[in-house]
C-alpha cells in the first residue's frame, strides 16, 4: 500500500500541529514540560533534545496508530464513496470540532491525570510520550478528530500513519525546541489573550472547512 496525496499534506498537517501547540490548552504545559526535561537532562543540552525527541516519537506513535485505525475502519465512507454521505460526515466533524474552539461545545480533557506521572529513564519516557498522545488535551482534540475523520475517508493505513505522524512532531515542535535551547522558552511571548485569538483562528479555518 502506497502514500496517496501529495506532500504538501503531510505539511499542512504538521503546520497544524504546530499552531495547536499555541493554543491556550497546550501552550502553558510548556513551561512545566520543559522544567520536567530541564532536571533530568541537568542542562545537557544534547540530552534534552534526546529526552523530548523521544518524548514526541512516543506521542506520535500513539497518533499513528490512531490513524491507522481510523484508516482500516474507514470501509464505510469507501461503500459510499459515490454519495454525498462522506462529505457530510467529515463537513459536520469540522463545523462541531469549530465551534468547540468557540466554546460552544466542552471537551473533556484528561492531561492533568497523566502529569502526575514521573517517567526516570528513556523507555518510561517514551512510554509517557505515549500516554500523552492518548490524554490530549480539548484544544487538540478538535484537529485531531478533524483528521482522523479525513483519514478515515482514504481507507489508506500508511498515509493515515503518516499524516498524523507529522501532526505529532508539529505539536511537539516548540517542546523539542524549548527542551533543547534552554533561551528558546524565555523567548517566546506570555500566555495572554492572543492564545484565546489564536484558538478562535483555528476555528474559522474549521468551520470554514467544513
Known amino acids: 500500500m502506497n502514500l496517496v496525496g501529495s506532500p504538501l499534506d503531510f505539511l499542512v498537517a504538521f503546520a497544524a500541529g ?26 545537557a543540552r544534547a540530552k534534552g533534545f534526546l529526552i523530548t525527541a523521544i518524548y514526541a516519537f512516543g506521542v506520535a506513535i500513539t497518533y499513528s496508530i490512531l490513524g491507522a485505525f481510523a484508516s482500516l475502519t474507514g470501509g464505510v465512507f469507501g461503500q459510499i464513496a459515490g454519495t454525498p454521505w ?14 468547540v474552539f468557540f466554546d460552544v461545545f466542552q471537551l473533556p480533557s484528561f492531561y492533568k491525570g497523566s502529569a502526575k506521572i514521573q517517567p526516570r529513564g528513556l523507555v518510561s519516557i517514551f512510554l509517557f ?77 474549521l468551520i470554514g472547512a467544513g
Open 86 to 99: 462522506p462529505y457530510l460526515v467529515v463537513g459536520n466533524a469540522c463545523l462541531f470540532f469549530g465551534l
Open 18 to 43: 504546530m499552531a495547536v501547540s499555541f493554543s491556550p490548552c497546550v501552550y502553558p504545559l510548556l513551561p512545566i514540560t520543559v522544567g520536567y526535561v530541564g532536571a533530568l537532562s541537568c542542562g
Open 129 to 205: 510520550g505515549m500516554v500523552s498522545g492518548l490524554a490530549v488535551s480539548p484544544c487538540t482534540v478538535p484537529v485531531l478528530g478533524s483528521i482522523l475523520v479525513y483519514v478515515g475517508t482514504k481507507q489508506n493505513s500508511l498515509y493515515g500513519m503518516g499524516l498524523l505522524f507529522c501532526f505529532a512532531y508539529g505539536v511537539c515542535t516548540t517542546i523539542i525546541l524549548a527542551g533543547t535551547f534552554s533561551g528558546f522558552l524565555s523567548n517566546l511571548p506570555r500566555s495572554g489573550n492572543w492564545l484565546n485569538r489564536v484558538k478562535k483562528i483555528y476555528g474559522l479555518i
